[in-house]
Each structure stands twice: as C-alpha cells, then as structure tokens.
C-alpha cells in the first residue's frame, strides 16, 4: 500500500529566509509525487509534481521539490519566503500503474513571520 | 476555465436530516474524487468515480453516506440521516485520465450538523 509522511506538523521562517517542507513516502513501485497548498477557507491547489525525468521540479509562486528515490523523500523548498506563503501544505503520492486514487499526508502548516 | 464547481458552500441542518452535496467537474475531466477534511482526521478521500463509474468507496464512512455520478458533469454526495459528527469540508475534485493525472479541487462545502 503507498503512504505519505510529513513529519512536521508546522514550520516556522522567517520572510526572506529559505523554507524546506518535508515529505517521504513508500510505494511497491515508482511514484508520482505532488505538492497541494490549502489556504485559509479554500480548495487544495495544485503546486508542483514529479512524474519522472529531473529530480528537482520547479512549480507555482517559486516553489520548488527535489525527489530523492533513495531517501525516498519529496521535500517541497523556496528560496526565499513570503508572508504570504503561510498555508498549509499538503504531499501526496500514487503509485505508477494503479488507478487514480492519490494518497495524502497530513499536512504541514507553514508560518512565515516578518 | 471555470474550475470545480461545487454546492452549496456552507451548510448548516439539523440531526437527522437528508444533505445533499453537488459537485460539477471540470469539463472534459473523467474522474471525480469526493473528500472530507476534519481537524481530527485530515483529508480523507470517500469514493472516487472512472468515467462516471464508482471504483473505490472503500472510505465512505457507512451507509449513511451515498454517491453518484448520473453524467459527466455532475455528481452528488448524500448523506441520510445526517449526525453531528458528519460535520466537516467535504471537497470534489477531478482529472482527466493520462496515468499523470493532477487532480483538481473545488472550493469545499462546509457542512455543520446540529
């Protein structure tokens, strides 16, 4: 069965600093890996994914995720925080060759102060 | 692109009664997801529909709980009698099938029972 971990229940950075969200996951074969976001009262919004190709994937508003199949971690990063970028994020996972169903972790709030 | 499309976007009903949820995919998307979101137990996904079709309702809590999808741009998640703890965001999303898909998410219904 695939599974999603994040590890962290919140990060806290400060704005102009970089921010690293982590994620691993576990799947019996090859992973497609994604980054949502959830801000206050809204939908998940789709980020970034890894489907194959480049390690790292570069996505929405600057966001970025390397994949690293043998630490078989996802971990979402931005160079440079916003306030604005305070949300909650969201790593999820499907395994290659099964139906659609995506796996979600429990989510990670990030907090950006000034 | 109008997005996912849900209804309403806030419920509020009383023990006992039927709720009726309305989601309208992106056009063109053949697979639609329904999710609920708690505090307590994350973002859990209900049941998802191929082509219309039910092909997971494995995490559709018990049989309170009903879904359909009569056509490719509707579907309907039912909950009679409605109980408090029911309480919580519930979220539609849609792909299209590629074997990549992202899936899409609509802007939830939060639903209280009183």
């Known amino acids: 069965a695939q599974s999603v971990a994040q590890p962290e229940d919140q990060v806290n950075v400060a704005e102009g600093n970089p921010l690293t969200v982590k994620c691993t996951y576990s799947?019996?074969?090859?992973?497609?890996l994604f980054w949502y976001v959830q801000y206050p009262n809204r939908g998940l919004q789709f980020l970034l994914k890894?489907?194959?190709?480049?390690?790292l994937v570069k996505g929405s508003y600057g966001f970025e995720a390397e994949f690293n199949k043998s630490q078989t971690s996802f971990h979402l990063k931005k160079p440079s925080a916003l306030v604005s970028d305070s949300a909650l994020y969201f790593c999820?996972?499907?395994?290659?060759?099964?139906?659609?169903?995506?796996?979600f972790g429990t989510g990670t709030r990030l907090q950006v102060t000034l | 692109d109008a997005g996912v499309i849900q209804s309403p976007r806030h419920e509020v009903t009383e023990m006992g009664q039927e709720v009726t949820l309305r989601c309208k995919p992106i056009?063109?998307?053949?697979?639609l997801f329904w999710y609920r979101q708690t505090m307590m137990r994350g973002l859990e996904l209900l049941i998802y529909?191929?082509?219309?079709?039910?092909?997971?309702d494995s995490g559709m809590p018990e049989d309170r709980f009903s879904a359909k999808m009569p056509n490719a741009s509707f579907s309907t998640l039912k909950i009679q009698p409605s109980e408090p703890r029911d309480s919580a965001v519930y979220f539609c999303?849609?792909?299209?099938?590629?074997?990549?898909?992202?899936?899409?998410f609509g802007p939830g219904t939060r639903l209280l029972v009183l």
């Open positions: 999303a849609s792909s299209l099938l590629t074997g990549q898909e992202t899936q899409y």
């Open positions: 799947v019996s074969g090859n992973p497609y």
């Open positions: 890894y489907i194959t190709g480049d390690n």
């Open positions: 999820a996972v499907r395994e290659t060759g099964t139906a659609s169903k995506l796996t």
């Open positions: 056009s063109g998307h053949n697979s």
């Open positions: 529909f191929n082509n219309n079709v039910p092909i997971d």
